[in-house]
C-alpha cells in the first residue's frame, strides 16, 4: 500500500511541476493596429469606447419582426412565458 502510495504521488508531483511548462510555447506575437485608437479602446484605459455610445433610434417595424421570429421559433406566448417576475416582496408575502 505504501509503494502505491509513493508511485502515486511521485507521478502527480512529475505531472504538476511539467503542468508549469505548458504551452509556454504555443503563443503568438502580434502588432495590435488599432493600438491607441480612441474609437476602439476609449481615452484611457478606464473609459469607454467611442463606439459603445453611439446611440441608435428604436425602429418598431424591427421589434414587430424579432417578435415574428421569436412566435416562430418557439411558440406562441403563454402566460406563464408573459407573466412579470416576482419581486422579492412578493415573495416575503406569499411566504407569510
Known sequence: MKRNFLKISALLLTVSLAS???QKNN???Q???RAGDEYVYGVHPDSA???TK???TAKPELEQRTNAIREKL???ATPETTAPAAT???TVVAAK
Open 20 to 22: 508549469c511548462k505548458y
Open 27 to 29: 503563443t503568438i506575437e
Open 31 to 33: 502588432t495590435d493596429l
Open 49 to 51: 469606447a467611442r463606439q
Open 54 to 56: 453611439i446611440k441608435y
Open 74 to 76: 418557439f411558440g406562441g
Open 88 to 90: 422579492p416582496a412578493d
